[in-house]
């Protein structure tokens, strides 16, 4: 095995005095070597360098680190929760280039150290509800989008924007989704500050399983919109049609909000079960983030906008 596991990395090697020289460690192994996995809690902060902590985070108790990384939605690497973990080798994190393209006057690629220069990382703990019905409180590590939308410089025609994650049909899942995954947002609601364009989770590299070098987080919405391993973001006019949607346009509509009183033909989304919870708890209306976001959605008839 080439990367080395993280677990290997002792402590006296992460405890680095100078925490701007962690930040830059914690850049080469994003930009470059990708760790594979995630360190044990309690390294986790040593290892990734000063973070600023989000006043947008919640404050509830988190999802263990273990849930996160090992039960997974990644269709690419497998359907089963516990495949992604397993599939890691399936993609190459590093090198990585980010294209912003369509509608915008500056079009051009990030490479991730060029992303992690754009602003101060941020941890932000948020909710994330998947459309299945589980739940977790995830801290992840990253900037806003908006801070990268800008640097393209969209162009007054943009409308909406568009994720296209990697896809390489030598390596990953054929069939079951019309490939690569894609997913869109409104313009507005990319550019949203609680849009996160995340590079860490638990103070370390993003793993493989979450969507390494870097996804898409967007706490309101049903997990699945936040697009994995992103490599092209598209300004368009017109509405995007999601990979999702192409597979069950009854089933997944485009805004795909957290809404307890808008059912998915298969399940309730009243209650939602908060991975290593027993009991369940009541789904909040925009996964409880109605104070931020209900603004961008009034007057529209949520049942027929689902
Ligand atoms: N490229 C890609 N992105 C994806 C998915 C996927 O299958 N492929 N699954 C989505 C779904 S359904 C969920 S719930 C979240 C899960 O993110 P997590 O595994 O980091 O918790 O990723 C989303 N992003
Ligand atoms: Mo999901």
Known sequence: ???????????????DP????????????AGGLALATALPAGHAHAALGPLVASPLSTTEGQTSRKAVTT????YELGTDKSDPAENTHRLKPAPWQLRIEGL????????????????????????????E?????????????????????????????????HYDKTTMTRGVLDWPYTEGLRLDEARHPLTLLAVGLYGDVLPV???????LVVPWKYGFKSGKSIVAIRLVEKQPVTAWMKAGPSEYGFYS?????????????ATE???????????????????????MYSGMDLRRFF
């Open 1 to 15: 095995m080439l990367i080395r596991p993280p677990a290997d990395i002792l402590p006296s090697e992460i405890t």
């Open 18 to 29: 100078d925490v701007y020289r962690a930040r830059r460690r914690f850049i080469a192994q």
């Open 71 to 74: 039960y997974n939605n990644f």
């Open 104 to 131: 915008v006057n500056k079009p051009r690629s990030f490479g991730i150290d060029e992303i992690l220069k754009l602003a101060p990382l941020e941890e932000r703990i948020y909710r994330m509800r998947c459309v």
């Open 133 to 165: 019905g589980w739940s977790m409180v995830i801290p992840w590590v990253g900037i806003p989008l908006a801070t990268l939308l800008k640097q393209a410089d969209p162009q007054g025609s943009a409308k909406y924007v568009e994720f296209v994650s």
């Open 209 to 215: 399983q979450n969507g390494a070098p870097v996804r």
């Open 257 to 269: 909000n957290v809404n307890p009183d808008v059912d998915h033909p298969r399940w309730s989304q």
């Open 273 to 295: 079960r908060r991975i290593g919870e027993f009991s369940k708890r009541k789904t909040l209306m925009y996964n409880g983030y109605a104070d931020q976001v209900a603004a």
